[in-house]
Protein backbone atom coordinates (compact mmCIF):
# COMPACT_ATOMS: atom_id res chain seq x y z
CA UNK A 1 0.00 0.00 0.00
CA UNK A 2 1.28 3.67 -0.42
CA UNK A 3 1.20 6.10 2.07
CA UNK A 4 -1.33 7.91 -0.01
CA UNK A 5 -4.02 4.70 1.31
CA UNK A 6 -5.91 5.86 4.23
CA UNK A 7 -4.66 2.08 5.60
CA UNK A 8 -1.17 1.18 5.35
CA UNK A 9 -0.93 -2.94 5.58
CA UNK A 10 2.28 -4.21 6.32
CA UNK A 11 3.79 -7.72 7.08
CA UNK A 12 6.22 -8.02 10.23
CA UNK A 13 7.15 -11.63 10.19
CA UNK A 14 3.90 -13.39 11.97
CA UNK A 15 2.67 -10.06 12.52
CA UNK A 16 -0.23 -8.61 10.36
CA UNK A 17 0.16 -4.72 10.59
CA UNK A 18 -2.94 -2.05 9.95
CA UNK A 19 -2.19 1.36 10.43
CA UNK A 20 -5.26 3.99 10.05
CA UNK A 21 -3.88 6.78 8.02
CA UNK A 22 -5.43 9.62 7.99
CA UNK A 23 -3.33 11.47 10.36
CA UNK A 24 -4.42 15.66 9.64
CA UNK A 25 -8.32 13.92 10.43
CA UNK A 26 -6.94 12.24 13.50
CA UNK A 27 -7.50 8.70 11.59
CA UNK A 28 -10.93 9.40 11.39
CA UNK A 29 -13.05 6.03 9.97
CA UNK A 30 -14.07 6.50 6.11
CA UNK A 31 -15.80 4.03 4.28
CA UNK A 32 -12.94 3.09 2.09
CA UNK A 33 -10.88 2.49 5.38
CA UNK A 34 -13.15 0.20 6.74
CA UNK A 35 -13.79 -1.83 3.51
CA UNK A 36 -10.30 -2.31 3.49
CA UNK A 37 -9.89 -3.82 7.01
CA UNK A 38 -12.53 -5.62 6.56
CA UNK A 39 -11.00 -7.16 3.71
CA UNK A 40 -7.63 -7.49 4.72
CA UNK A 41 -8.61 -9.58 8.46
CA UNK A 42 -10.98 -11.96 5.82
CA UNK A 43 -7.55 -12.49 4.43
CA UNK A 44 -5.86 -12.67 6.95
CA UNK A 45 -7.65 -14.89 8.99
CA UNK A 46 -7.29 -18.26 7.02
CA UNK A 47 -3.74 -17.01 6.60
CA UNK A 48 -1.75 -19.16 8.54
CA UNK A 49 1.27 -17.74 8.26
CA UNK A 50 -0.23 -14.59 10.52
CA UNK A 51 -0.60 -15.09 13.97
CA UNK A 52 -1.24 -11.48 15.24
CA UNK A 53 -2.91 -8.74 14.32
CA UNK A 54 -1.85 -4.73 15.02
CA UNK A 55 -4.14 -2.56 14.23
CA UNK A 56 -2.59 1.80 15.26
CA UNK A 57 -3.18 4.91 14.05
CA UNK A 58 -0.70 6.89 12.01
CA UNK A 59 1.36 9.73 14.03
CA UNK A 60 1.36 10.78 17.90
CA UNK A 61 -1.88 12.41 17.90
CA UNK A 62 -4.57 9.69 17.85
CA UNK A 63 -5.34 5.86 16.85
CA UNK A 64 -8.99 7.54 15.66
CA UNK A 65 -10.66 10.38 16.67
CA UNK A 66 -14.31 8.71 15.25
CA UNK A 67 -16.07 7.97 12.08
CA UNK A 68 -16.16 10.86 9.13
CA UNK A 69 -19.51 12.82 10.80
CA UNK A 70 -18.20 15.35 7.78
CA UNK A 71 -19.67 12.47 5.02
CA UNK A 72 -22.80 11.78 7.29
CA UNK A 73 -23.77 15.78 7.50
CA UNK A 74 -23.38 15.76 3.99
CA UNK A 75 -25.08 12.82 2.76
CA UNK A 76 -27.92 12.77 5.82
CA UNK A 77 -31.57 14.13 5.06
CA UNK A 78 -32.52 17.91 5.90
CA UNK A 79 -34.84 18.66 8.49
CA UNK A 80 -38.06 17.02 6.79
CA UNK A 81 -37.02 14.61 4.44
CA UNK A 82 -38.06 10.80 5.30
CA UNK A 83 -35.32 8.44 5.37
CA UNK A 84 -31.52 8.87 5.15
CA UNK A 85 -29.67 8.02 2.53
CA UNK A 86 -28.03 4.72 0.69
CA UNK A 87 -24.55 5.91 1.87
CA UNK A 88 -25.40 6.50 5.95
CA UNK A 89 -27.03 3.35 5.80
CA UNK A 90 -24.01 1.62 3.97
CA UNK A 91 -21.76 3.76 6.34
CA UNK A 92 -22.88 2.09 9.14
CA UNK A 93 -23.68 -1.17 8.33
CA UNK A 94 -20.45 -1.95 7.24
CA UNK A 95 -18.67 0.09 10.42
CA UNK A 96 -20.67 -2.04 13.07
CA UNK A 97 -20.16 -5.21 10.76
CA UNK A 98 -16.43 -4.62 10.93
CA UNK A 99 -16.01 -4.08 14.78
CA UNK A 100 -18.52 -7.43 15.11
CA UNK A 101 -15.95 -8.87 12.78
CA UNK A 102 -13.37 -7.09 15.55
CA UNK A 103 -14.79 -9.01 18.69
CA UNK A 104 -15.04 -12.27 17.03
CA UNK A 105 -11.88 -12.36 15.37
CA UNK A 106 -10.12 -15.79 16.30
CA UNK A 107 -6.54 -14.77 16.50
CA UNK A 108 -5.19 -11.80 18.56
CA UNK A 109 -5.67 -8.53 17.72
CA UNK A 110 -3.93 -5.69 19.51
CA UNK A 111 -5.14 -2.44 19.34
CA UNK A 112 -2.23 0.34 20.41
CA UNK A 113 -4.80 3.21 21.57
CA UNK A 114 -2.43 6.05 22.13
CA UNK A 115 -3.45 9.82 21.81
CA UNK A 116 -7.12 10.42 21.24
CA UNK A 117 -9.23 7.12 20.48
CA UNK A 118 -12.98 8.45 20.28
CA UNK A 119 -16.61 7.30 18.79
CA UNK A 120 -15.58 4.89 16.38
CA UNK A 121 -11.91 4.23 17.11
CA UNK A 122 -13.51 3.31 20.61
CA UNK A 123 -15.56 0.84 17.70
CA UNK A 124 -11.95 -0.69 16.94
CA UNK A 125 -10.38 -0.82 20.36
CA UNK A 126 -12.99 -2.18 22.60
CA UNK A 127 -13.68 -5.33 20.59
CA UNK A 128 -9.81 -6.49 20.43
CA UNK A 129 -8.51 -9.51 22.32
CA UNK A 130 -5.70 -6.87 23.46
CA UNK A 131 -6.71 -3.35 24.04
CA UNK A 132 -3.56 -1.32 25.19
CA UNK A 133 -3.75 2.18 26.35
CA UNK A 134 -0.99 4.86 27.28
CA UNK A 135 -0.05 7.50 29.52
CA UNK A 136 -1.35 9.98 26.44
CA UNK A 137 -4.69 8.15 25.72
CA UNK A 138 -8.21 10.14 26.08
CA UNK A 139 -11.26 8.64 25.60
CA UNK A 140 -14.40 9.91 24.77
CA UNK A 141 -18.22 9.06 23.72
CA UNK A 142 -19.14 12.53 22.52
CA UNK A 143 -22.03 12.02 20.12
CA UNK A 144 -24.04 14.39 22.21
CA UNK A 145 -22.33 17.09 21.07
CA UNK A 146 -23.27 16.18 17.22
CA UNK A 147 -26.84 14.74 17.70
CA UNK A 148 -25.81 11.40 17.94
CA UNK A 149 -26.03 8.75 20.17
CA UNK A 150 -22.66 6.76 21.90
CA UNK A 151 -22.61 3.89 18.79
CA UNK A 152 -20.44 1.53 17.74
CA UNK A 153 -21.52 -1.21 20.40
CA UNK A 154 -22.03 2.04 23.21
CA UNK A 155 -25.58 0.05 24.07
CA UNK A 156 -22.86 -3.01 25.06
CA UNK A 157 -20.05 -1.58 26.60
CA UNK A 158 -21.29 1.17 29.15
CA UNK A 159 -24.02 -0.76 30.43
CA UNK A 160 -21.21 -3.39 31.10
CA UNK A 161 -19.05 -0.42 33.25
CA UNK A 162 -19.01 0.09 37.07
CA UNK A 163 -22.31 1.61 38.47
CA UNK A 164 -23.42 4.07 36.54
CA UNK A 165 -20.16 5.26 35.09
CA UNK A 166 -21.43 4.07 31.65
CA UNK A 167 -24.91 6.20 31.83
CA UNK A 168 -22.98 9.28 32.84
CA UNK A 169 -20.01 9.40 29.98
CA UNK A 170 -23.08 8.35 27.57
CA UNK A 171 -25.11 11.84 28.55
CA UNK A 172 -21.96 13.92 29.05
CA UNK A 173 -19.45 13.10 26.89
CA UNK A 174 -17.02 13.45 29.35
CA UNK A 175 -13.31 12.72 28.01
CA UNK A 176 -11.49 9.73 30.47
CA UNK A 177 -8.10 8.63 30.09
CA UNK A 178 -5.94 5.63 30.45
CA UNK A 179 -6.63 4.53 34.03
CA UNK A 180 -9.78 5.06 33.94
CA UNK A 181 -10.12 2.75 30.94
CA UNK A 182 -9.00 0.11 32.89
CA UNK A 183 -11.15 1.29 35.92
CA UNK A 184 -14.36 0.36 33.35
CA UNK A 185 -12.84 -2.39 31.32
CA UNK A 186 -12.18 -0.64 28.27
CA UNK A 187 -8.57 -1.52 27.92
CA UNK A 188 -6.44 -4.45 29.26
CA UNK A 189 -2.53 -2.78 29.95
CA UNK A 190 -1.34 0.85 30.11
CA UNK A 191 1.53 1.16 28.68
CA UNK A 192 3.97 3.81 28.00
CA UNK A 193 3.67 5.33 25.06
CA UNK A 194 7.10 5.63 23.71
CA UNK A 195 7.22 1.36 24.09
CA UNK A 196 5.55 0.98 20.64
CA UNK A 197 8.61 -0.23 18.48
CA UNK A 198 9.71 -1.93 21.50
CA UNK A 199 6.67 -4.30 21.79
CA UNK A 200 5.93 -4.83 17.86
CA UNK A 201 9.99 -6.58 17.58
CA UNK A 202 9.07 -8.26 20.99
CA UNK A 203 5.76 -9.65 19.67
CA UNK A 204 7.92 -10.58 16.40
CA UNK A 205 10.01 -12.70 18.05
CA UNK A 206 6.97 -14.70 19.63
CA UNK A 207 7.17 -17.95 19.18
CA UNK A 208 3.73 -18.96 17.85
CA UNK A 209 1.81 -21.56 17.27
CA UNK A 210 -0.92 -22.70 15.24
CA UNK A 211 -2.88 -22.86 18.27
CA UNK A 212 -4.73 -19.01 18.23
CA UNK A 213 -5.24 -19.93 22.01
CA UNK A 214 -2.54 -20.37 22.89
CA UNK A 215 -1.26 -17.40 20.99
CA UNK A 216 -3.65 -15.37 22.93
CA UNK A 217 -1.62 -16.27 26.37
CA UNK A 218 1.65 -15.57 24.10
CA UNK A 219 0.64 -12.51 23.34
CA UNK A 220 -1.08 -11.58 27.11
CA UNK A 221 2.39 -12.18 28.41
CA UNK A 222 4.66 -9.75 26.50
CA UNK A 223 2.16 -7.36 26.89
CA UNK A 224 1.89 -7.25 30.50
CA UNK A 225 5.53 -7.58 31.08
CA UNK A 226 5.98 -4.18 29.54
CA UNK A 227 2.99 -2.01 31.85
CA UNK A 228 3.34 0.62 33.58
CA UNK A 229 3.75 0.74 37.02
CA UNK A 230 0.64 2.17 39.02
CA UNK A 231 2.23 4.13 40.66
CA UNK A 232 3.41 6.14 37.43
CA UNK A 233 -0.09 5.88 35.58
CA UNK A 234 -2.44 8.86 34.81
CA UNK A 235 -4.42 10.31 38.08
CA UNK A 236 -7.93 8.66 37.15
CA UNK A 237 -10.96 10.63 37.40
CA UNK A 238 -14.04 7.75 37.30
CA UNK A 239 -12.59 5.77 39.92
CA UNK A 240 -11.77 9.00 41.88
CA UNK A 241 -15.71 10.50 40.74
CA UNK A 242 -17.30 7.23 41.77
CA UNK A 243 -19.27 7.94 44.25
CA UNK A 244 -20.33 11.77 43.45
CA UNK A 245 -21.10 10.34 40.08
CA UNK A 246 -23.17 7.58 41.64
CA UNK A 247 -24.96 9.99 43.52
CA UNK A 248 -25.58 12.63 39.88
CA UNK A 249 -27.21 9.37 38.55
CA UNK A 250 -29.66 8.32 41.10
CA UNK A 251 -32.39 9.39 39.13
CA UNK A 252 -35.63 6.75 38.18
CA UNK A 253 -36.25 9.20 35.61
CA UNK A 254 -34.32 10.77 32.92
CA UNK A 255 -35.16 14.26 33.48
CA UNK A 256 -34.65 13.80 37.43
CA UNK A 257 -30.73 12.58 36.34
CA UNK A 258 -30.29 15.56 33.55
CA UNK A 259 -31.21 18.03 35.85
CA UNK A 260 -28.67 16.77 38.71
CA UNK A 261 -25.93 16.73 35.82
CA UNK A 262 -26.65 20.09 34.86
CA UNK A 263 -26.95 21.54 38.31
CA UNK A 264 -23.58 20.38 39.26
CA UNK A 265 -21.94 23.43 40.84
CA UNK A 266 -18.87 22.06 42.84
CA UNK A 267 -15.12 22.65 41.50
CA UNK A 268 -14.14 19.47 40.14
CA UNK A 269 -13.03 20.64 36.45
CA UNK A 270 -13.61 17.60 35.18
CA UNK A 271 -17.36 17.60 36.93
CA UNK A 272 -18.14 20.74 35.73
CA UNK A 273 -17.13 20.13 31.73
CA UNK A 274 -19.24 16.98 31.47
CA UNK A 275 -21.89 19.02 32.92
CA UNK A 276 -21.64 22.22 30.78
CA UNK A 277 -21.18 19.78 27.28
CA UNK A 278 -24.59 17.53 28.31
CA UNK A 279 -26.81 20.92 29.00
CA UNK A 280 -25.28 21.98 25.17
CA UNK A 281 -25.93 18.71 23.72
CA UNK A 282 -28.73 17.10 21.71
CA UNK A 283 -31.56 16.61 24.08
CA UNK A 284 -32.76 13.70 21.89
CA UNK A 285 -29.25 11.93 22.51
CA UNK A 286 -30.25 12.18 25.80
CA UNK A 287 -33.26 10.33 26.08
CA UNK A 288 -31.77 7.95 23.22
CA UNK A 289 -28.84 7.36 25.45
CA UNK A 290 -31.17 6.34 28.47
CA UNK A 291 -33.40 4.15 26.16
CA UNK A 292 -30.83 2.53 24.45
CA UNK A 293 -29.31 1.14 28.19
CA UNK A 294 -32.36 0.44 29.58
CA UNK A 295 -33.24 -1.71 26.15
CA UNK A 296 -29.92 -3.38 25.66
CA UNK A 297 -29.26 -4.05 29.35
CA UNK A 298 -29.61 -8.29 28.65
CA UNK A 299 -29.42 -8.08 24.30
CA UNK A 300 -26.15 -10.15 22.44
CA UNK A 301 -23.99 -7.70 20.94
CA UNK A 302 -25.60 -8.60 17.60
CA UNK A 303 -28.68 -7.38 18.62
CA UNK A 304 -27.33 -4.29 19.96
CA UNK A 305 -25.50 -3.48 16.88
CA UNK A 306 -28.80 -3.89 15.08
CA UNK A 307 -30.91 -1.66 17.30
CA UNK A 308 -27.71 0.47 16.71
CA UNK A 309 -28.14 1.07 13.10
CA UNK A 310 -31.90 1.65 13.04
CA UNK A 311 -30.66 4.24 15.78
CA UNK A 312 -28.11 5.63 13.72
CA UNK A 313 -29.89 5.93 10.50
CA UNK A 314 -32.89 7.44 12.05
CA UNK A 315 -30.72 10.21 13.95
CA UNK A 316 -29.14 10.80 10.67
CA UNK A 317 -32.47 10.99 9.08
CA UNK A 318 -34.22 13.20 11.28
CA UNK A 319 -31.80 15.84 11.67
CA UNK A 320 -30.43 16.01 14.40
CA UNK A 321 -26.79 15.07 13.31
CA UNK A 322 -27.00 17.49 10.48
CA UNK A 323 -27.55 20.17 12.18
CA UNK A 324 -24.64 18.90 14.98
CA UNK A 325 -21.94 18.35 12.89
CA UNK A 326 -23.30 22.07 10.72
CA UNK A 327 -22.69 23.72 14.44
CA UNK A 328 -19.52 22.01 15.42
CA UNK A 329 -17.49 21.35 12.27
CA UNK A 330 -19.16 22.87 9.01
CA UNK A 331 -19.96 26.95 10.43
CA UNK A 332 -17.83 26.14 13.62
CA UNK A 333 -20.04 28.56 14.95
CA UNK A 334 -20.89 26.26 17.96
CA UNK A 335 -24.32 27.43 18.37
CA UNK A 336 -26.50 24.48 16.95
CA UNK A 337 -30.32 24.33 16.88
CA UNK A 338 -31.65 21.64 18.34
CA UNK A 339 -35.04 20.34 17.25
CA UNK A 340 -36.97 19.44 19.81
CA UNK A 341 -34.38 22.18 22.22
CA UNK A 342 -35.52 21.09 25.34
CA UNK A 343 -36.14 17.97 27.14
CA UNK A 344 -39.55 17.95 28.45
CA UNK A 345 -40.50 18.98 24.39
CA UNK A 346 -39.86 15.66 23.74
CA UNK A 347 -42.79 12.89 23.56
CA UNK A 348 -42.52 9.24 23.82
CA UNK A 349 -43.23 8.81 21.00
CA UNK A 350 -40.18 10.48 19.35
CA UNK A 351 -38.02 8.34 20.91
CA UNK A 352 -39.67 5.39 20.43
CA UNK A 353 -39.47 6.25 16.68
CA UNK A 354 -35.68 6.80 16.95
CA UNK A 355 -35.50 2.89 17.24
CA UNK A 356 -38.02 1.58 14.97
CA UNK A 357 -36.70 -0.08 12.43
CA UNK A 358 -36.97 0.93 8.87
CA UNK A 359 -36.76 -2.39 7.56
CA UNK A 360 -38.59 -5.63 7.22
CA UNK A 361 -34.89 -7.37 7.78
CA UNK A 362 -31.69 -5.66 9.38
CA UNK A 363 -29.11 -5.59 6.74
CA UNK A 364 -26.99 -6.61 9.77
CA UNK A 365 -29.26 -9.80 9.72
CA UNK A 366 -26.48 -12.44 9.17
CA UNK A 367 -24.60 -11.18 12.64
CA UNK A 368 -24.81 -14.14 15.10
Known amino acids: M ?32 IDRMAAQLDTWETDNSVACIWIEGAGEKALCAGGDVVALHRESGSYGDHGASQFVQDFFTREYSLDYRIHTYPKPIVVWGSGIVMGGGIG ?23 GLFPDVG ?9 GRTGLFLGLTGAQFNGTDALYCGMAD ?103 QLRRARHMSLADVLRMELALAVNMCSNGQVKEGVRAL ?40
Open 189 to 291: RLLPSTDKDALLDALQALEFTANPDENQVLVSKAIQSRELPASEQPAPNLRTHYDVIQELTDGATLPEVYRAIAAYSGEDKWLQRASTTMAAGCPMTAWVVWE
Open 124 to 146: IMSGASHRIVTETTRLAMPEITI
Open 154 to 162: GSWFLNRMP
Open 2 to 33: TQESPLIVERQGPIGKLTLNLPKALNALNLDM
Open 329 to 368: LIDKDRNPQWEPAVLEDISREEVVACFASPWTQSPLADLQ
